[in-house]
């Protein structure tokens, strides 16, 4: 069984900085592709980060350049680093975990993240 959680996000400043993690339980870490989704009120879950078991990573249009993702597989972690936030950068962050034998995803509780102007 696979359990996700996050943790990180809060309330902060245009321009200010959040790094979120996320926690995986279970013995499959490695051999996974991670990612970070975001869900504002009224809109669609979008894609925000990937980042690979080989750690190969991918960003949308609209954060590349300002956040970063990461994992460490010995703690089975995997990180947002958001830097330049934007109020349109608000939005609940949803943790997800692709395991790359099966194809089954799994999705944390989310993390909300809120930026004034």
């Known amino acids: 069984q696979v359990r996700l959680v996050e943790s990180g996000g809060g309330l902060v400043q245009a321009g200010g900085s959040l790094r979120l993690s996320c926690a995986a339980s279970?013995?499959?870490?490695?051999?996974?592709?991670m990612g970070w989704y975001r869900q504002a009120p009224g809109k669609q879950r979008e894609l925000v980060a990937t980042?690979?078991?080989?750690?190969?990573?991918d960003y949308a249009g609209s954060v590349k350049g300002r956040f970063a993702i990461a994992r460490d597989n010995a703690k089975k972690t995997v990180y947002l680093q958001m830097n330049s936030l934007k109020p349109e950068d608000t939005a609940v962050y949803y943790c997800?975990?692709?395991?790359?034998?099966?194809?089954?995803?799994?999705w944390g509780q989310g993390t909300q993240v809120t930026v004034s102007s």
């Open positions: 279970g013995s499959i870490f490695s051999r996974t592709d």
């Open positions: 997800n975990l692709r395991v790359i034998r099966s194809g089954n995803n799994y």
């Open positions: 980042i690979t078991s080989g750690g190969s990573t």
